[in-house]
């Protein structure tokens, strides 16, 4: 199955694929060969591309659309970036700076935009401590 992740500034994956996990409205849902034609909003999220021979690759999905005919994947995304290219220590101090902007806000333009903002950075921070935390060798007792 052919999967397209892309953006408006820019083509960010493309190749043959096993299945896709991705974050719909409605919960997690996983595509895989021969699927259902769909077409259904994306949430804030992890995706999980999973390839025959090598280590699946997880990326951060601000949101966007899936698109699912015969089998061709097209996530088209609001952003994205992989989860090994995000940087925890700037995620952690972006929540801090817009926690002090919610704080310091003068109009529901500024606090809403202060919250969508920390919402999404939960979600980046959350994806990224999940992925480091699985990748941790067993500990030896």
Do not use: C, W
């Not at 096993?18 to 409205?25: D, H, K, L, N, T």
């Not at 997880?58 to 995304?77: C, D, K, P, R, W």
């Amino acid at each position: 199955m052919k999967l397209e992740i892309v953006s408006a500034e820019k083509n960010i994956y493309s190749d043959d694929v096993r299945a896709v996990v991705a974050p719909s409205i409605e919960g997690e849902i996983a595509i895989l060969d021969n699927h259902a034609p769909l077409l259904t909003s994306l949430q804030p999220g992890e995706v999980r591309i999973i390839q025959d021979g090598s280590e699946d690759t997880y990326l951060y999905l601000s949101g966007g659309f899936i698109e699912v005919l015969g089998n061709h994947v097209t996530i088209l995304a609001d952003a994205a970036e992989r989860v090994e290219e995000i940087d925890e220590a700037k995620v952690q101090e972006a929540i801090k700076q817009a926690e002090e902007e919610i704080s310091n806000s003068q109009s529901d333009i500024d606090l809403a935009n202060a919250v969508a903002s920390i919402r999404r950075d939960q979600v980046r921070l959350k994806i990224v401590q999940k992925r480091r935390s699985s990748n941790r060798p067993p500990s030896v007792s």
